[in-house]
């Protein structure tokens, strides 16, 4: 019996450091085994709007490298072509004016964008859509101008790399307008099955890059001659 009660005393102290430990209030309960990463996900949250994205940061940073590449080989070959003569000018002021006008209506389609990325909202993109539109209108008129008054990309050195960088720049843009579309039906199909919104940050940072890539070719264009 001695033995017996010994026995029961040995395992009754050691379970109570266990029972101790269990009933600690300052220990944090245990976690149930099936939340595991994904439990942020589970409450509406999207780990700050890229982890959903999955590869797209990367493949975006990759093409706006390789745009950047391009237009500065232009540039490039802008600053060798460039000189003091008299068929460096700006062209007529209607097609300055179209100039001034482009810059204003690509400025306010990012500063829209910026809000439709911000909100979700398809109404904002569809504004930036039309700006950009809007802007490519003024390209054409601005090309058309030129191509009146004589300056086609065979009559000068200033027409030819005018031609060539808005040309490009203005391709990039419909490339974007394109995919805004399709960013702006995914966010009609969202609303119509109530599924959560899809995020507009990577859409918005291209056309943010589009608006300060034209800054850069206004400057050289209109100012630098």
Same mark, same amino acid.
Do not use: K, N
């Given at each position: ?7 029961g ?6 379970e109570?450091?266990r029972?101790?430990?269990?009933r ?6 245990a976690r149930?085994?099936d ?17 959903? @994205?999955?590869? =797209?940061? #990367?493949?975006? *940073?990759l &093409?706006l !490298?390789?745009? +950047?590449?391009l237009?500065?080989? %232009?540039?490039?070959?802008w ?28 400025l306010?389609?990012?500063?829209t964008v ?6 979700r ?5 569809l504004?930036s859509? @039309?700006?950009? =539109?809007? #802007?490519?209108? *003024?390209? &054409?008129? !601005?090309?058309? +101008?030129?191509?009146?008054?004589? %300056? ?11 031609f ?32 959560p ?12 890059f ?16």
């Amino acid at each position: 019996m001695s033995g017996a009660g010994g026995s029961g005393g040995a395992t009754g102290v050691l379970e109570r450091p266990r029972e101790r430990r269990e009933r600690s209030p300052g220990l944090p309960p245990a976690r149930p085994p099936d939340e595991g990463e994904g439990g942020g996900r589970g409450r509406g949250g999207d780990g700050g709007g890229f982890e959903r @994205l999955g590869p =797209g940061p #990367f493949g975006l *940073a990759l &093409a706006l !490298l390789g745009i +950047t590449t391009l237009f500065l080989v %232009l540039i490039t070959v802008w600053l060798f072509l460039r000189r003091p003569a008299p068929d460096w000018l700006p062209g007529p002021a209607a097609a300055v004016r179209a100039l001034w006008v482009s810059t204003g209506l690509l400025l306010a389609s990012s500063a829209t964008v910026e809000v439709a990325a911000r909100r979700r909202a398809q109404a904002w993109l569809l504004a930036s859509m @039309l700006l950009g =539109g809007a #802007f490519l209108a *003024a390209q &054409a008129f !601005l090309w058309w +101008t030129l191509w009146e008054a004589g %300056l086609v990309p065979a009559s000068s050195g200033y027409a030819a790399v005018f031609f060539a960088l808005t040309g490009l720049h203005a391709l990039h843009v419909l490339g974007g307008l394109v995919f805004f579309a399709g960013l702006a039906l995914e966010l009609a199909r969202a609303r119509a099955s109530c599924r959560p919104a899809p995020s507009l940050r990577l859409g918005a940072l291209y056309w943010h890059f589009m608006g300060a890539i034209w800054l850069v070719l206004f400057t050289l264009l209109y100012f630098v001659r």
